[in-house]
């Protein structure tokens, strides 16, 4: 029988042919069939409902759902490590410091990674429109990611790609985080611009109220980052009435408390802050509500009493005893708002006193003292008050760089004002009798041998903490099996505080914090001062009367050091009550008394001075007079006396400054021009007596007469010349360049290697002339080209970028080791503010050098440095001063580009 073609309408009978089903149809051909069916159903570029379906499945609960675990999970890491600053206006999101959000790095790239991957796989892009219902949160959670990795351009960036690509409920959502990535940049004009758009598409309907929420906490947001309290209140109170749960609530209601309280709307605030306690918070909430609360009293409204008596029994709360330091505060700085100076500093040192951990509380306190300080102008009690406060306060605390600046302000007025009361209590107690004096050394030492017996006492004390320590197991892990870093472990680092200070007490952070015991010498009425470790001792180590003697002034030579001590400490807190304080009586008075008490100081004639423009500005013509008068009568040939007696001495100035200016741009343009009989003549008038010139101005006219005897006089000449150069301008800038020509003429400087070979060199170089240069072209006539003549090698090098001691190391190394027979030398100087030469010499012709600059960068690459950080060139001896005195950089890396080009 035959089987019917496919073409025949007659079904085939199977079963007529006897032919096995199991046989006609094995298995795997089903499930192949079934694979290449599911294959093709499910491309991503079909778009069939198999298709769609698959996609968007496998993307929601594969991939999505993995990238979306591993971003809530750092999110919650986050919120669990974020710690509020109560002192504060507290954050609108809880996304702790820069410090901990780097610490969930690793779960933002994996949610990247993850995300990524979805895309890339599941992805139903088919002529611009995307069938896949998942891609879009893909593409909204790499954005996200993007964000809490710090990386905000590339957030908007692809926020902005939502935005355009997807008409979903999550392109609103977009904007209002690219709003949030500008401020988070501190881009507040383009933020604004953002929400402006979002607040028409809210008008429009168009977005849902869980993204109005997230707009309304976003501009809160906007204006608390920028201090502006008022603006954020309206956008609070819309972001209470849509919080999602009762915690987001008290937490933006207490926000819009601290906004009124900021505000100075005192009633208020306390209504609001009363909200927050029917809001039932957590414990640290409510307390700071109630805290907040006695703060915000308006002392206007009337008795008092009742919130005294509410701080006060907070006090006595059980519940309360960790925040007694904050309770303390807080009635510290009611006291302050009524004007109770005297009660509230009582209270601030409370809070010291109950200190519970708290850094940044006692940081604030400290910093409290210090402005009560600062105000009744105690400077030295101020810088006191300021350090300690920099040791507690915390960097996020809106007032610490402030607080910052003043610190280092106090602290150097401290130091000269305890020097100004130290010289005079040692000039008081050499003006005693011996008897009297005496008397006070033996107190003093009474004083020392009583401290010196509390600090072994504390000693003792901390030793038997050490043991205790050490029995109770403590040398174990500390933190209690808590995980992360060390200064996120609380547990670790209490072990840590509790460990330190067994060993060595309670430390302020300064430099020598090791060294405890800085005393304090009191010398009763008169005053005290401090003496640093060893101070007053004698060779035994012991304290007598002989030892503390040393530093008293009891004959003339040693009060005459003693004057000049203090009157330039005079002088220094002068300057800074003028200058840094704008404090100008007491810059009057200090200049006045150092005029008047140290008539024979070096800062008389500039403390005048000031004392003259101070009463000038201040109006005050006759004490003005009166200290004019004294500068020109006593200070007749000065400056000072000369701007003083004619009011165009200035102008004067200038004008004969400009005459030297002239003079050397005239001789040094005669130079390079060829014209050196010119040059040498105008460089002589510089010696003339008409002419004011200034020792850098005479070092540049020497050198570039040196410069003109290299091109026209015999050998002897030029070297006489730059040994006049390199002994009588040392500290000048031309000093290298002529030292170096000294090196490569064998004219005696030192470390020049050989000198045979040098004064070969030398006497190759007195035999060349103009004549025998190859001239580039006429306008490189400031350079010559001589490839034959000796040669430098030079390193320009970026400091910014890379550390030239580590440089010159590496050098020196290299020369060392392939270069030691050649007697190489190496020099640096400054070339500007952010680059330094490094120059090696000496090399006989161009060719060697450029060699030696070829092999010298490949072993720095090598070295993996950094090249683009230095650049090297070739130059000849006779160019090197040319380059350098004038800083004519781009001009000769453009010569040596053309002459050079083929040496190379």
Known sequence: MQ???????????????????????????????????????????????????????????????????????????LDQMHEDNFEDVLSVFRYGSEQQASSVAGNMDIAYQKASTAIRRHS????GVEYNRWIDDAYFLIARSHYFKGDHNLAILTFQYVIRQFETPLKYHSKIWVAKSHISSGDYNNAQQILALV???????????????????????????????????????????????????????????????????????????????????????????????????????????????????????????????????????????????????????????????????????????????LNNKDYIEASVMYDSTMVYLSREYPEYEAAGKKNMLLKELSINLIRIEREDSLQQLAAMSTAERNEILDIIIEEIAEQERLEKQMEQERAQMRQQMARSGRGQTPGGGEGGWYFYNPS???????????????????????????????????????????????PSGKVTRASLMQNVPTTPEKMEESNARMAQAYYNVAMIFKDRMDDRPNAVQYFETLVNRFPESEKKLLSAYFLYTLYTEAGNTSRANFYKSMIINDYPDTDFAMILSDPNYRENITARENRVKDLYARAYNAYITGNYSLAMDLAEQSRSDTLEVTREQSARFSFLKALVLARSAEKEALIDQLNFVADNYTDTEVHEPATNLLAYLGGGAPGTGDSTGAAERGERGSERDVSRRE??????????????????YVLLVNTKDLQIRQLRNEITNYNKEEYEKNNLNMSTLFFDQNRQLITVTNF???????????????????????TDAFDGFAISVENYPLFYQDRKLEEYLDFFSRAYGDLE
């Open 3 to 77: 089987i019917s073609s496919y073409r025949s309408r007659e079904p085939l009978n199977y079963a007529n042919l006897n032919i096995p089903v199991k046989k006609l149809i094995h298995p795997r051909f089903i499930v192949y069939f079934f694979l290449v069916f599911l294959g093709w159903s499910c491309s991503t570029q079909k778009n069939t409902f198999v298709s769609r379906n698959y996609h968007s499945i496998t993307t929601k609960y594969n991939g999505y759902f993995n990238a979306r675990e591993s971003y809530r999970d750092g999110l919650a890491r």
């Open 124 to 127: 139903m892009n088919i002529r």
């Open 199 to 373: 607040t028409k598409n809210i008008e429009e309907g168009l977005l849902e109220e869980d993204a109005i929420f997230l707009y309304n906490k976003v501009y809160a947001d906007f204006y608390l980052q920028q201090r502006d309290f008022g603006q954020a209140i309206p956008y609070l109170e819309k972001s209470i009435d849509l919080a999602p749960n009762k915690k987001q609530r008290a937490r933006m209601t207490f926000i819009m408390a601290q906004a009124y309280h900021q505000e100075r709307n005192f009633p208020m605030a306390q209504q609001t802050y009363a909200r927050v306690l029917k809001l039932n918070p957590d414990f640290q909430m409510a307390f700071q509500a109630r805290i907040n609360m006695a703060m915000a009293y308006d002392t206007s409204s009337g008795d008092s009493n009742f919130i005294l008596s509410e701080l006060k029994g907070m006090l006595r709360d059980s519940k309360n005893r960790d925040f007694q330091d904050q309770i303390y505060y807080a009635l510290a700085q009611f006291s302050m708002r009524q004007g109770k100076e005297k009660e509230a500093i009582e209270y601030y040192n409370l809070s010291l006193e109950n200190h519970r951990g708290n850094d940044s509380q006692r940081g604030i306190t400290f910093l409290r003292l210090g402005e009560i300080s």
């Open 492 to 538: 670790a680092m209490s072990f840590g505080r509790n460990e330190f200070y067994a060993e060595w007490g309670e430390r302020e952070l300064e430099d020598l914090w090791r060294i405890s015991n800085k005393r304090t010498m009191a010398f009763g009425d008169m005053g005290e001062f401090d003496m640093e470790d060893g101070e007053g001792l004698d």
């Open 775 to 792: 001239v580039i072209d006429p306008q490189d006539a400031v350079f010559s080209f001589n490839p034959d003549a000796v040669h430098f």
């Open 844 to 866: 006989p012709s161009a060719r060697e050098a450029l060699l030696y600059g070829a092999q010298v960068k490949e072993s720095l690459i090598q070295k993996e440095y950094d």
